[in-house]
């Protein structure tokens, strides 16, 4: 791989839906163990706690956080509808755990769950998860407003930021990845490797 690409792992499913982050200590210990062998290809690590973990789960999620490893840059998604209100809220005491953890908050952007886009940053650093529409024209637009947003974090400090791309149908994906690191070296300076993509009829495996 290259030399600067970053793999990102996500906790596995016995941790978070089955054991719902309690009772883990052998599981999570198997996982760590494993994303060492990235060495210096580790980038951040997400945990998505199950969606059905609300605020009555504050306190598994917080424990479950504090309880590992300070040196691991981890970033938390929540899908729960509790965790958010309708104007862009973050819950705030989840929040100034986080900031206290030097945790970072996931943001989603989807068109079908917009209080997930919720604009709050916890540390120096944003990681999005996008997921588009097949190349919809709103996937453009959506795109045109996170290169603005970008730009003006990187302005406030912004040390970082993790962009996933994500379609229904992957194969859209590598074009909007394209369209995005254009816009984001035009307007914010950037310097992105643009992706290769080849006609389907010219790729070959040899």
């Given at each position: 791989?290259?030399?600067?690409?970053?793999?990102?792992?996500?906790?596995?499913?016995?941790?978070?839906?089955?054991?719902?982050?309690?009772?883990?200590?052998?599981e999570?210990d198997?996982?760590?163990?494993?994303?060492?062998?990235?060495?210096?290809?580790?980038g951040?690590?997400?945990l998505?706690?199950?969606?059905?973990?609300?605020?009555?789960?504050?306190d598994a999620?917080?424990d479950?956080?504090?309880?590992?490893?300070?040196?691991?840059?981890?970033?938390?998604?929540?899908?729960?509808?509790?965790w958010?209100?309708?104007?862009?809220?973050?819950?705030k005491?989840?929040?100034?755990?986080m900031?206290?953890q030097?945790?970072?908050?996931?943001?989603?952007?989807?068109?079908g769950?917009?209080?997930?886009?919720?604009?709050?940053?916890?540390?120096?650093?944003c990681?999005?998860?996008?997921?588009?529409n097949?190349?919809?024209?709103?996937d453009?637009?959506?795109?045109?407003?996170?290169?603005?947003?970008?730009?003006?974090?990187?302005?406030?400090?912004?040390?970082?930021?993790?962009?996933?791309m994500?379609?229904?149908e992957?194969?859209?994906?590598?074009?909007?990845?394209?369209?995005f690191?254009e816009e984001?070296?035009?307007?914010?300076?950037?310097?992105?490797?643009l992706?290769?993509?080849y006609?389907?009829?010219?790729?070959?495996l040899?």
């Amino acid at each position: 791989m290259p030399e600067n690409f970053l793999f990102c792992p996500k906790f596995t499913q016995s941790i978070t839906h089955f054991r719902r982050l309690k009772d883990a200590r052998h599981e999570v210990d198997a996982f760590l163990n494993v994303v060492e062998a990235f060495g210096r290809h580790l980038g951040p690590v997400f945990l998505m706690p199950h969606p059905q973990m609300g605020l009555n789960h504050r306190d598994a999620i917080e424990d479950f956080i504090a309880d590992l490893p300070q040196d691991i840059d981890l970033f938390l998604e929540l899908r729960h509808e509790d965790w958010y209100d309708h104007d862009g809220g973050y819950d705030k005491e989840l929040y100034s755990f986080m900031v206290k953890q030097k945790k970072g908050t996931i943001i989603t952007d989807a068109s079908g769950r917009r209080d997930c886009v919720h604009m709050h940053l916890s540390t120096p650093e944003c990681f999005i998860r996008f997921v588009g529409n097949s190349l919809h024209p709103t996937d453009y637009t959506r795109i045109d407003e996170w290169v603005q947003r970008i730009k003006h974090w990187m302005e406030q400090g912004l040390e970082k930021c993790y962009f996933f791309m994500h379609q229904h149908e992957e194969l859209h994906s590598p074009e909007l990845i394209k369209y995005f690191s254009e816009e984001l070296n035009k307007h914010a300076g950037t310097k992105i490797p643009l992706p290769r993509i080849y006609d389907e009829g010219s790729a070959t495996l040899f």
